[in-house]
């Protein structure tokens, strides 16, 4: 099945700094999208991806959809605490069903 | 109220009993989700629902039985659970044939401890 490989699987950051974290697969994707886990909620959307190449700002965060269609970044700059949780990539794969495949995540953790 | 809300947040049971978990959306939304999420192991896809008919069951075991009485409601019924099957159990909906779209909107999750 599609498979989404995310890294870093975890990151600890100075207040302030840039993060910048990854999605790849072997599968073709026709939309990337971002979430955001704080602890102890649902996974909350943060960008939506559409068209390769697509660079896509929401506040403090950037993400692009991959000219390939088979990556996705995203970076968050000048970190803040609130910025912890945990980073999902997720998207669908062309021609593929209709489900959202998911990457393991990144654990983001700020230090003051 | 708005968006997708799971009830119980908190839930400990013992391997014999049976409860159930309860998911309610208000977005207007066909298609419905159970996902399972345990520590360091990526969300888990457990059964999908769309215009209340189940098209979708991850292999999961038996003991998980899903019920979906109309598009805004679904269900998670639980019995003789493991306590491997502890873990955050999240409901998710969107809008069928246009989730590419939009993406899943996901509710605060139940987290399950089974004892």
């Known amino acids: 099945g599609q498979q989404l490989n995310q890294s870093p699987q975890s990151m600890f950051i100075q207040e302030g700094e840039d993060v910048s974290m990854n999605c790849t697969s072997s599968?073709?994707?026709?939309?990337w999208l971002w979430y955001k886990q704080d602890p102890g909620e649902g996974p909350v959307l943060l960008i939506a991806l559409y068209k390769a190449g697509e660079l896509t700002s929401n506040g403090r965060l950037t993400a692009q959809f991959g000219i390939t269609r088979k990556d996705s970044f995203l970076n968050i700059s000048a970190s803040i605490p609130s910025d912890v949780g945990i980073y999902f990539c997720a998207g669908f794969t062309q021609g593929g069903s209709e489900k959202l495949v998911f990457g393991k995540g990144t654990k983001l953790t700020v230090n003051p | 109220e708005t968006g997708v809300t799971q009830t119980p947040r908190h839930l400990v049971m013992g391997m014999t009993n049976k409860k159930s978990l309860k998911c309610e959306q208000h977005?207007?939304?066909?298609?419905m989700y159970w996902y399972k999420q345990s520590a360091k192991k990526p969300l888990e896809l457990m059964f999908v629902?769309?215009?209340?008919?189940?098209?979708e069951n991850n292999s999961v075991p038996s003991r998980f039985s899903p019920e979906c009485p109309n598009s805004s409601h679904l269900f998670l019924h639980l019995h003789t659970l493991q306590p491997e099957d502890s873990a955050l159990y999240l409901c998710a909906s969107s809008p069928a044939g246009d989730r590419g779209h939009y993406g899943y909107t996901f509710g605060s999750g139940t987290r399950l401890t089974v004892v």
């Open positions: 599968s073709i994707f026709n939309t």
């Open positions: 629902y769309n215009f209340k008919e189940q098209t």
């Open positions: 977005l207007g939304h066909n298609a």
